[in-house]
């Protein structure tokens, strides 16, 4: 023990002593670089000063678009683990089994105080809820979870949630996020592709709106199948929306490619996309366009979305602070 030690007050001692702070109390905005305060990114709903949008989780995104946070999950029926027995680096199933576990950690760390139940067992999430109080299944693409492919588990997803919208007679709305089919299950993801494509077909015949909002990325087989056939398409600002890599089409055809190419902007003015919305607006944009799709003569009143629970949690931090003062 040297001197200092001993001639230090212990109300010093304290206020010296070294602090750990969060390893994730910072995020770079990859549009500028600038670092900004995580918690800053969370009530802005993860877009930067810059305006760039962040990728994130299906329950921010169901917090983002249900009214008053609540909602119904819907379970999504089980699929055979590793169908071809595909063999790489790494099992198939070791891959399954790690995606599984980083996605329970993340959703640990968002309902620390609570929160309304989510189900996911792979990249797909349902939930069954209102927005701008008309009657919707909201199906939500987890790009952390193997890059939000498409395989046997999200088709099956897909088509169990277009039928529970036909089933209770709501609107679809589908938040795209995914790097195109899986290739551990090869042909099997690729016949996902039409599955999808009758559920879609189904949901025009009974004359319910089938809203698609395409978020970064949205590639491959997702982009040639159930991305594309929307009423409405709906894009966030720079969003990466492609079937391949510009990086791929510009070493097929030996050229370089215009700018901002393949970003929701880009197809916007080609008529691809409908309208690009900012994430902040996206909920009263979505409001509007089912509001007219699905008006209120034509919605059936169902008793499952009164009994919704108010989920315990995401309590605005003013609040928090007043009920200490308290």
């Given at each position: 023990?040297?001197?200092?030690?001993k001639v230090t007050p212990p109300g010093l001692k304290t206020m010296l002593a070294k602090k750990e702070t969060p390893d994730d109390l910072w995020v770079k905005c990859?549009?500028?670089?600038?670092?900004?305060?995580?918690?800053?990114?969370?009530?802005?709903?993860?877009?930067?000063?810059?305006?760039?949008?962040?990728?994130?989780?299906?329950?921010?995104?169901?917090?983002?678009?249900?009214?008053?946070?609540?909602?119904?999950?819907?379970?999504?029926?089980?699929?055979?683990?590793?169908?071809?027995?595909?063999?790489?680096?790494?099992?198939?199933?070791?891959?399954?089994?790690?995606?599984?576990?980083?996605?329970?950690?993340?959703?640990?760390?968002?309902?620390?105080?609570?929160?309304?139940?989510?189900?996911?067992?792979?990249?797909?999430?349902?939930?069954?809820?209102?927005?701008?109080?008309?009657?919707?299944?909201?199906?939500?693409?987890?790009?952390?979870?193997?890059?939000?492919?498409?395989?046997?588990a999200a088709g099956e997803a897909f088509v169990t949630a277009a039928q529970m919208a036909l089933?209770?007679?709501?609107?679809?709305?589908?938040?795209?996020?995914?790097?195109?089919?899986?290739?551990?299950?090869?042909?099997?993801?690729?016949?996902?592709?039409?599955?999808?494509?009758?559920?879609?077909?189904?949901?025009?015949?009974?004359?319910?709106?089938?809203?698609?909002?395409?978020?970064?990325?949205?590639?491959?087989?997702?982009?040639?199948?159930?991305?594309?056939?929307?009423?409405?398409?709906?894009?966030?600002?720079?969003?990466?929306?492609?079937?391949?890599?510009?990086?791929?089409?510009?070493?097929?055809?030996?050229?370089?490619?215009?700018?901002?190419?393949?970003?929701?902007?880009?197809?916007?003015?080609?008529?691809?996309?409908?309208?690009?919305?900012?994430?902040?607006?996206?909920?009263?944009?979505?409001?509007?366009?089912?509001?007219?799709?699905?008006?209120?003569?034509?919605?059936?009143?169902?008793?499952?979305?009164?009994?919704?629970?108010?989920?315990?949690?995401?309590?605005?931090?003013?609040?928090?602070?007043?009920?200490?003062?308290?």
């Open positions: 023990m040297n001197w200092i030690t990859p549009a500028s670089g600038e670092l900004v305060y995580k918690t800053d990114l969370e009530e802005n709903w993860w877009v930067t000063p810059a305006g760039a949008h962040m990728r994130i989780s299906p329950r921010t995104r169901c917090r983002l678009l249900f009214d008053e946070e609540r909602w119904e999950p819907i379970l999504l029926p089980p699929v055979p683990s590793d169908p071809l027995k595909f063999k790489d680096d790494k099992p198939y199933p070791a891959r399954i089994k790690a995606a599984k576990a980083k996605i329970a950690a993340r959703e640990k760390r968002e309902t620390e105080n609570g929160g309304a139940p989510l189900l996911q067992d792979d990249c797909m999430v349902a939930a069954y809820g209102k927005i701008g109080g008309v009657p919707t299944v909201l199906l939500v693409q987890d790009f952390d979870f193997m890059g939000g492919s498409l395989g046997m089933a209770r007679k709501a609107a679809f709305v589908v938040c795209t996020a995914s790097g195109g089919a899986r290739m551990q299950e090869g042909t099997l993801s690729l016949m996902q592709m039409p599955r999808t494509t009758l559920a879609v077909n189904e949901l025009a015949e009974a004359k319910l709106p089938y809203i698609v909002v395409l978020t970064d990325p949205t590639s491959g087989g997702v982009s040639a199948s159930y991305a594309m056939l929307g009423d409405i398409h709906l894009a966030e600002p720079g969003a990466m929306i492609a079937f391949s890599g510009p990086r791929v089409i510009e070493q097929t055809i030996r050229e370089s490619l215009p700018k901002g190419f393949q970003r929701s902007e880009f197809l916007r003015e080609k008529g691809q996309v409908d309208i690009v919305v900012d994430r902040r607006e996206m909920k009263a944009t979505l409001t509007r366009i089912l509001s007219h799709l699905l008006p209120n003569s034509r919605r059936r009143d169902d008793a499952r979305i009164t009994a919704l629970s108010q989920p315990k949690t995401h309590v605005p931090k003013a609040a928090e602070t007043k009920g200490k003062t308290a």
